[in-house]
């Protein structure tokens, strides 16, 4: 596994947006804005199940993401990794209302929706570039 910088852990631990690429059953690539977190070494990745990120995730484990600072985009990380475990109930829906404290200053996500199941992706990363 590689280790995030502590450029790398920064940008993360800010509320900078990532783009997530997963690869679709027909091997066409899919990219989603997405809120990361990180804990220690691996990055964190919340969505709801059902989503083309969940089923790319599950189904083919490997993924790259590109976080740069939202103030200067020359600022970036980008990391290829492995999805090495997924978590879901009580524990996602707690950590997505703390990425909506983190990315909106909101303490619950205000887009929830009452049926919907949430799920923790966890990722090592194998590879990662800097620039800025």
């Known amino acids: 596994m590689a280790e ?10 800010q509320p900078n947006f990532g783009y997530l690429a997963t690869v679709n059953s ?35 484990p490997r993924i790259a993401i590109s976080v ?3 103030e200067n985009q020359y600022e970036k990380v980008d990391i290829r990794g492995r999805v090495v475990e997924t978590i879901g109930g009580e524990e996602a829906d707690q950590h997505i209302d703390l990425m909506a404290k983190k990315y909106m200053g909101q303490d619950t996500n205000p887009w929830r929706q009452p ?16 620039m800025g």
Do not use: C, Y
């Not at 995030?4 to 631990?13: H, N, P, T, V, Y």
């Not at 990219?31 to 790319?56: F, Q, Y």
């Not at 049926?115 to 800097?130: M, N, Q, S, T």
């Open 26 to 60: 027909d091997g066409s690539p899919q990219v989603s804005p997405v809120w990361v977190d990180r804990r220690d070494e691996h990055i964190v990745i919340n969505t709801a199940t059902g989503r083309a990120k969940d089923r790319n995730m599950r189904r083919e």
């Open 115 to 130: 049926d919907e199941e949430r799920v923790l992706f966890i990722i090592a990363p194998e590879r990662i570039d800097e």
């Open 4 to 13: 995030l910088s502590e450029k790398a852990q920064s940008l993360i631990d």
């Open 68 to 70: 740069a600072n939202r």
